[in-house]
């Protein structure tokens, strides 16, 4: 009877008349199309084409991992399938509120049947099996009782593996799996709920993440690098490519209990100004001038969006300290040097000494066009590993996913002597070369350069433009396969109606060529954990094609060093060290029994648990190799940093940079690449 009553009830939910058009919504679909149609690099036209891809893609962003929305629903939403490009040419958006009571209707759906399931005898026997597939080949719901199988099952297994992560004695879960078992399901059914609790409160509101999902959907079409934007948005990603930040200084986190804590304040902040707050304060609350926060089962990206949005200047935190006491406390965001996108050069020791520098991202200062940002840095950087007398540098942009293509440019001018440096294409098919007029260089001996997939944009364009020129050996993995370029648009004159990024142009290497979806291509391959991951720009959907163009300007490139002869010395050596065959054993096994595994094993703690382990062991497996057999490189600061470590955080901090550049093996094969240059006189 129960099980009827809370079918009608959700029925009723979903009976709603579905309201008039949300006339701002509506207005943030026309002007989105607008900005497109204008500046978007190769705008695509409005057609059924669009609209069945489109509805797709929203699709697939409002249920990623096909865990609500069942055929039915999917029946239903087919409507759309080939009107959507009608509704955004007309300016109709009312198609949007089904969507909203649909997903709102299968998440409450999903509670009320976990909550039903508190007290009900779970079945560990192995009458039930387990599937590993990959995403794209899972369907949605045929029914009721799929989705009902389907949490059911989710749950046993997050009990299983929570009892496996607290103990790694399969035996003694085993003797004991009753009473553990017991404690533990509470505990995972209502972190469950709180989950489902999250999305269903995100910030904002479930209504307004299914509405930007849309915007983002429609934007994303025209490229993977186009998306739309809220506040919050717009100030986290100006953040990540900033020297600068207008912030509270506050990091926070989620602990094991669900409470959003105070994870750390940083040093100058207004918070750290404050002098009320402390690392694990439980923030209960955040009130802007226009909304309240609550932070019961919300996300911490929750918080963050809460917080980094520019409209929210003053908030007050209501904390609870670990006294149990609470306080409300008013904070205004201050400007705050951004530390993560900062560069300080290190000493390396190889008989000679070289220079290492690890560049984070391309930031730039966007409140001064002619400020100082990255190339600033390194070359203020260049200037002192110059007096240290060095015979060579490692650049490192692994992780880098790009930046400010102005800090590009000044970074290649900075190893360059005049020169073109790329070519941009604007979508009118009009070119412009970017170059570097003034003579000279900061820095005239050997590079290393290091990229991974990860390696994106800015970095990419930085990186053809070394190879090019022969002015670096680039070494590591193929990068992400990113050559356009994007800018920050306003939907409206007053900023209400959010903005969008949108690809406006494509850039070119000097020989015309283009590294889009191809990325650039080192000259010494080294094996990478993430091989094979499909991380990179050519697999995902609506990716920009590759293609060349013809250059407009003779480019002069420095004598060709013998790659064949480092080439050969680099082979040997990474065919003979035991790490880089460690790391190339466990991609292999990551690949085919995790990331594209298609397996069924029963739902039993016996099969779990050799799973579990078998995962488990090889990252011992890699970490015993790395311990075992790796040399540390010798590392120190140049003489300019180590005047200026002052305090016990960040000497502590130093001393764990240091520790990771003198035990990478990565940057350990590009520092003898660098000495086989000076012993053999190469450059």
Known sequence: MMKKLVSITFSLIISWTYSQSDPFFCDQIYELNQR?????????????????????????????????????????FKVDEYQLDDAIASGKCDFIEKYSATLVQRIEASKAYIATLRDEAFDYSGKDTLYFKPIKTMGYFKDDAAFKKYWNKRLRYAILDNLIEQDS??????????????????????????????????????????KESFLNAFANYQDPNSFFYNDSDKSQFEGSVSNHQYTFGI???????????????????????????????????????????????????????????????????KIKKQNGS???????????????????????????????????????????????????????????????????????????????????????????????????KYGNGETFTIRDDFNGTFFNKPIVLLIDNFSASASEFFAAAMQDYNRAIIVGSPSH?????????????????????????????????????????????????YD?????????????????????????????????EIQSKSKIRIERNDSFRAIHKLNTELLNTYIDRDLEFPLTLEYLYKDVQNYNDLWTDLNITFDQKFSSIPVKNTMFTQKKLVGEDAIILNEILMDDISTDIYIHEALTILADIRNKKLH
Not at 253 to 280: H, R, T
Not at 489 to 496: M, R, Y
């Open 169 to 210: 004695s399969r035996s003694y879960v085993e003797k004991n799996f009753s009473v553990l078992e017991k404690e533990v399901k509470p505990k995972i059914i209502e972190n469950q709920l709180c989950l489902l609790d999250e999305l269903l409160h995100k910030n904002g509101g479930l209504d307004l993440f299914v």
């Open 481 to 529: 396969g990113k050559a356009s370029a994007q800018v920050i648009l306003p939907l409206s004159e007053t900023d209400d109606l959010g903005f969008c990024k949108l690809t406006i142009e494509k850039f070119y290497r000097v020989t015309g060529k283009s590294h889009q979806s191809v990325g650039v291509v080192p000259d010494i391959i080294l094996p990478s954990l």
């Open 36 to 76: 497109i149609q204008q500046h978007h690099f190769r705008p695509k036209p409005l057609n059924d084409s669009l609209s069945k891809d489109v509805h797709q893609l929203f699709l697939d962003r409002l249920d990623e991992n096909k865990r609500f929305f069942q055929e039915s629903d999917i029946s239903k």
């Open 326 to 424: 609470v306080h409300d406390i008013q904070l205004t965001k201050t400007d705050l040097k951004v530390e993560d996108n900062s560069c300080t050069a290190f000493i390396l020791k190889k008989r000679s000494n070289y220079a290492y520098l690890k560049i984070p991202s391309f930031y730039t200062d966007f409140d001064t066009p002619n400020g100082y940002g990255l190339a600033y840095d390194v070359a203020r950087q260049l200037q002192i590993i110059n007096t240290e007398k060095v015979k060579g540098l490692i650049l490192d942009l692994r992780f880098n996913g790009g930046g400010s293509m102005k800090e590009a440019a000044q970074l290649a001018g900075l190893f360059i002597n005049k020169g073109p440096l790329a070519i941009l």
């Open 251 to 317: 990091d926070t986190m989620k602990n094991g209990d669900g409470d959003i804590v105070i994870s750390y304040i940083a040093p100058g902040s207004a918070a750290s100004l404050n002098g009320k707050f402390d690392e694990n304060d439980v923030i209960k609350s955040l009130t802007s001038p226009t909304q309240t926060l609550e932070t019961f089962c919300v996300s911490n990206e929750d918080i963050i969006a809460f917080t980094s949005n520019e409209k929210n200047e003053t908030i007050i935190f």
């Open 532 to 564: 094979g991951f499909k991380t990179n720009e050519a697999y995902s959907p609506f990716a920009l094609s590759n293609d060349s163009i013809i250059p407009m300007w003779i480019y002069h490139p420095y004598k060709k060093l013998p790659m064949a």
